[in-house]
Nanobody, 123 residues
Framework: QVQLVDSGGGLVQPGGSLRLSCATS????????ISWYRQAPGKEREKVSC????????YYAESVKGRFTISADNAKNMVYLQMNSLKLEDTAVYYC????????????????WGQGTQVTVSS
């Protein structure tokens, strides 16, 4: 069965960095799309980033472009989100998710999700 376990969240100061990890199992990562979403209280869920391991293409929301970097290690079945220059508005629960396709344009609403990891940016 497809399983995603995300981790790496924590408390950081504005301008700090965190690296989130998503451990995947139950499917072949070298032909997939893995997304990172975030959900903050009072705000709509936002698709932050995505990587298609099929061709290496990536997607970033405008709000994080230039600050976040998504990457995949297919051999280790791992996906990462490096978050730099963190801002207060980045505070949210972050989830990795997959639509079980290799297309980052496909939403993960009907796919598989991690349990979420809390990122708090505070001074």
């Amino acid at each position: 069965q497809v399983q995603l376990v995300d981790s790496g969240g924590g408390l950081v100061q504005p301008g700090g960095s965190l690296r989130l990890s998503c451990a995947t199992s139950g499917f072949t990562l070298d032909y997939a799309a893995i997304s990172w979403y975030r959900q903050a209280p009072g705000k709509e869920r936002e698709k932050v980033s995505c990587i298609s391991t099929r061709d290496g293409s990536t997607y970033y929301a405008e709000s994080v472009k230039g600050r976040f970097t998504i990457s995949a290690d297919n051999a280790k079945n791992m996906v990462y989100l490096q978050m730099n220059s963190l801002k207060l508005e980045d505070t949210a629960v972050y989830y990795c998710a997959t639509p079980r396709t290799s297309n980052c344009r496909d939403g993960a609403d009907f796919g598989s999700w991690g349990q979420g990891t809390q990122v708090t940016v505070s001074s």
